[in-house]
């Protein structure tokens, strides 16, 4: 099975938008065996859209697009798909009364451009788009299908999740699909791919491996297919726990789930608590934690101490230590740590500085040094991280790298 | 004159790699008034390769590709385009003491893979490449012209503006294109889209109007096409002010630049300090503050108060206020601010308290319930928010719904 993915949009050509739509979905598409064929991006065009699909649809059977479902004028990826399916649009009175909840809950009017977005192709499934008003559309013509989504990224991603990979799933796993996930950190993809080399190989010719890296974290997701889901099941379990044995320090979860879920998961089994002190992460561990639902229940708060004056009237780090070894060292991180617990009353907290750039590098401390420390009932431990050269990735790794530290010592 | 962009190889399509080549190359392309006509991604196999140029150059006389210049086998750009284009490989001197030079400065020895480097098409100018020993190829057969460039981003950006860009803008500087990027905040993209309407009907036919939506900030994009790049910046200048009168208070930016940036800009004008003090948004409102480069010259820090005995013992909220009217609520928020801007020292100060669900939400206080108060020398200034239902959403919206009522105070 082939795929093609087009993103519509005039914002993509002219280079203001990077085109991170089609990346996420041929991963998706390849951890349940559709392979990508082609990507495409073009104009928000009538001809164009005609063309392009039609040049696909020679090589391809399913076409994946995104864009072009907005209210306003210039989107006209629906129209024009209604017409290529020799459809038209009607009235759809169930997205009528999701786009009426979703302007009702934000207390704003309805427009007539938001009408027109309970318009939709007779001829297709259309897909609930929770996030948003414009829904998916999914037709079919023989064998050929074609995908229509939203080219708002989250938008995109949850009818993705819960509509159209499910159903690609079945329509073309024959028998049975099992899929197992196991969550790495701490450790980069390629060099997770050399120590389980040996692992991997030996995998019988059913499973496939997919490597889902993200910053700090590397998903491994493990798909076998066969006609026995039980026997499957056993067979996954077995090489997940030869799995367990190689890497077991750089794995947090057998679940799919990200590590500040797995961090409050260990927190809430040892009724502790946790607080935070940032420099150069600047809130960004913070919002990773309190992005998990619940996370109330064993975090308690964050200092982000981006001024020195901060460091000092609130976390009680002292000005010799911040003259004598500067912000960014083990000692201010460690005082920082220690000062976070006790203010905040906590059973753990983690502090980080760093030096994320672009500027304020020098020969000795170089843009991409990073301390992060985790102070906790058992002492203070600390560590040193040597990061890159880019600000924005800084602050991720940095953040991933500290709430990493915390895991390894309360897993 | 119109380009497509061709990006070759297979990590690409299996989603390991997010495409951003192609958006550098069609914001240089554009500036010298080059249209990108499509983009494509490919895997790396002759067949694909010469099927994408059939079609491509269907429709344009230029096309830039990238990837698969590399010495390993699965890199076949070069003999595939060589073919292309009726010629074939010769050794090129210059080009192997290119190469021979890279590998002695670096104290590698030469491998046979790495002297292949320097055989390169009869018929095309060849393009030095100062970061690696793949150069760059441009091929020309009576109109139409491909470049090929190495798929590493530094690589190839050094190639464009050395060899590329110069060179192209000497063959096409007929046309002019010009685009102006206005930045709304505070506004959905269809309410936008009515109280412009009148404005958007009225455009002359050789503009485009773009609508680029992100959480909470929508990006109008205007472009223009023609022949003489003064007349079209001053048309487009006529036309951002005629816009600038009727959505004043939606406008923080002619600049292209984020929000958080801009608010920079403002406090930075008005040697102003600011920080922060976040329930709901727990750190983010802090991130998004701190994402920019030199936040730290007017950002101090934020106090994260999670739990309620935060907000009491670093905020000093009384407790009578938080029993009386709940942490979500006017005269907290209030608080909230008045206390960070009093223990951060600060001249504002941005607090937020909210529901941002899934839980916590009561029929008087429905999840999605946000209130949010900016402290400075002038006053406070508190305003309620009715959000969504979806956590991770309501986060992102709240934080920029912040930094937005910052930003209608100092603008």
Redesign the interface.
Known sequence: MKASIVTIG???????????N?????????SIGI?????????DSRE?IIR?LD?EFASVDLIITTGGL?????DITKQTLTEYFGTHLVFNSEAYKDVEA?FT????PL?E??RQQAMLPENALSLPN??GTARGMWFTDGNRQLISLPG?P?EMEVIMENEVLPRLERMYASGALVHRTVMTAGIGESFLADKIAEWEKNLPPHFKLA?L?SPGVVRLRLSASGYDAAALNAEVNNLVEELQKIIPEYIFSLEDEPLPKAIGRMLLARKATLC?A?SC???????L???I????QY?????????N??KEN?LGVSNNLLHEYGAVSRPVVEAMAAGARN???TDYAIAVSGI????GGTVEKPVGLTWIAIAGPEGIVSTEFRLGNR??RN?QRAAVAALNELRKIIQ
Chains 1, 2 share one sequence.
């Open positions: 005039d914002e993509i050509l002219i280079g203001q938008i990077i085109n991170t089609s990346a996420w979905i041929a991963l998706r598409l390849n392979k990508v064929h082609r990507m495409l991006s073009i104009g164009e392009c040049q907005g209210p306003t004028s210039d979703f809950a934000r207390g704003l427009t451009a938001n929770p996030e708002v989250f490597y890296p935070t940032e992460t600047g809130g960004y561990i913070a919002h934690i309190t992005t639902p619940g996370s109330s975090y308690k708060g964050s200092v982000v101490s981006y001024a004056e901060i609130l203010l905040l009353k994320a750039g672009p500027d600000r924005e602050i």
